[in-house]
């Protein structure tokens, strides 16, 4: 397997592995996204 | 007539080390896990105790193993331009791949909360990806031929040595606050890197090289270490120039001995070329 091929497969794992994983978190920090959860709102009529 | 400053040469392992220091090889590792940066706000947002240890702990092991890498990269370039140069203790490019394969686990596992053996696989991917990206340390050192009745590693030992007096040189020369004294030490190490550079790619100099390397570069040393010293308690200007006389000395001494190694190289050739031709000419080829 040549270098170049070897490091850009390399590339492609770390990207996909560390990427994932990190992104993954963010998204299962779970940022708010539902306001009225947080600050309900309640409607008088 | 004064040399000016900017016309001395600089070392080549200094160029090559400033190369290395500015070179991007490694700093992907910094930025891939700046997504843990939000991740940690948020978790902190939310009172998330785990989130944000684990996202923080998560970011310092990858900045640290980025770390690492870098050391590991640059001592690998060092090694591979001088076989003189010393390994790190630790297999750092090694490391940092641990680390990395590490801190992926705990991140998919705890703060992706994939199950337990698809954070294994993170891992375990991760740890690929940084063999392939970058290899690990090669631990084995680059041989030297035996000569004069040296073995190579006899001949590797004192040319490290040698090394290492030259680097506690350089690191009195921090401590002097003269410039012009200071070109002159630099001037001085540069010579003497020249002439360990000269001894490692024909070690059969090693034999006529042996004075350089036992009494006048430990001289250059006790010389250098001592004025770093002293200067600093006493602003002395007839210390100074003595110093700087000595300088003078031990810079001509140097030369000279480049100049000896190098004129030598040049005997050895034509004695090559006289016997080859005298061979030649006995085979009735000339």
Redesign the interface.
Known sequence: MSLLL??F????????????????????????ADVEAVFPVTVTK | MKTPLTHYRKPKQFISNTLQRYSPRGL??YF?????I??TI??L??G?IL?II??AS?FAL?VFAAWCLRKGLQAETALADSPITRTPKLPLKMLAAII?ALA?GL??WL????TFPVAMM??G??F???????GFDLRQKKKIADAQGYSGDEILRMLEESSLIIRSIEQANDKIRNAELNQRIENICAIADRILAEIESDPRDIRRARKFLNVYLDGARQVTEGYARTHQLTQSGQLEQNFRNVLETIESVFQEQHQKLLEEDVFDLDVKIEVLTTQLKREGIL
């Open positions: 070897r490091q497969l390399g590339f492609i794992l770390l990207v996909a592995t560390v990427g994932l994983a990190t992104c993954q978190s963010i998204i299962k920090a779970e940022p708010v | 992907l590792l891939l896990p700046m997504a843990l939000p991740a948020i978790a947002g939310k998330n989130g684990v996202n998560g990858y990395t992926t991140i998919a703060g992706a909360q994939q993170f891992a991917g991760a690929l990806g940084m063999y392939l990206s970058y």
